[in-house]
Antibody, heavy 119, light 108 residues
Framework: EVQLVESGGGLVQPGGSLRLSCAAS????????MNWVRQAPGKGLEWVSS????????YYADSVKGRFTISRDNAKNLLYLHMNSLRDEDTAVYHC????????????WGQGTLVTVSS | SYVLTQPPSVSVAPGKTARVTCGGD??????VHWYQQKPGQAPVLVMY???DRPSGIPERFSGSNSGNTATLTISRAEAGDEADYYC???????????FGTGTKVTVL
């Protein structure tokens, strides 16, 4: 089955760190660019970060640049998001998302993992 | 930064046509993608490159894009079409993906 399964979410204090993981299965992970998209409770979708298939290029939203790092391990079919200096406004469900063959669209989404930043 | 504006809500009677708009500066020169999100579920791609439907998406869904407005059209609306819909583009000026503000479609 083609799927993405996130893990690593939880409760963390402001200023803390967390690492999210995404396990891909059912497709050739190394052939696709990957992304993280988040959704705060009751709010809309917000793109967070993207990484190309061979990790040659990464992009970040202004709201997380300098605090979050995206990476991947193609040998293990895993995508990561390292989150540092977490803020209250980072509280959200974080979705692992596969880009389409054209790079510009998102054609496979994971169910997401909830990150709660609170003291 | 590039902004995509959607109406907060759209209501449609069963069997009628709903149109969800996505406004942005010269959006017609960009490719627009649309996602459907039902409560408690992950988003699903329902339209890409303005008017292409992924496999499994009913022909009742169609898309267009011109000038400053992109539109997702849902024909012969069904109760199962109730969801939040988001448009999305790639902003080549900032190398950012941008989502619209989202529209809640209600079938009543």
């Amino acid at each position: 089955e083609v799927q993405l399964v996130e893990s690593g979410g939880g409760l963390v204090q402001p200023g803390g760190s967390l690492r999210l993981s995404c396990a891909a299965s059912g497709f050739t992970f190394s052939g696709y660019s990957m992304n993280w998209v988040r959704q705060a409770p009751g709010k809309g979708l917000e793109w967070v970060s993207s990484i190309t298939s061979a990790s040659t290029t990464v992009y970040y939203a202004d709201s997380v640049k300098g605090r979050f790092t995206i990476s991947r391990d193609n040998a293990k079919n895993l995508l990561y998001l390292h989150m540092n200096s977490l803020r209250d406004e980072d509280t959200a469900v974080y979705h692992c998302v596969r880009s389409g063959s054209g790079w510009y669209e998102f054609n496979l989404w994971g169910q997401g993992t909830l990150v709660t930043v609170s003291s | 930064s590039y902004v995509l504006t959607q109406p907060p809500s759209v209501s449609v009677a069963p069997g009628k046509t709903a149109r969800v708009t996505c406004g942005g500066d010269k959006i017609g020169s960009n490719s627009v993608h649309w996602y459907q999100q039902k409560p408690g579920q992950a988003p699903v791609l329902v339209m890409y490159y303005n008017s292409d439907r992924p496999s499994g998406i009913p022909e009742r869904f169609s898309g267009s894009n011109s000038g400053n407005t992109a539109t997702l059209t849902i024909s012969r609306a069904e109760a199962g079409d109730e969801a939040d819909y988001y448009c999305q583009v790639w902003d080549s000026a900032t190398y950012h993906y941008v989502f619209g503000t989202g529209t809640k479609v209600t079938v009543l």
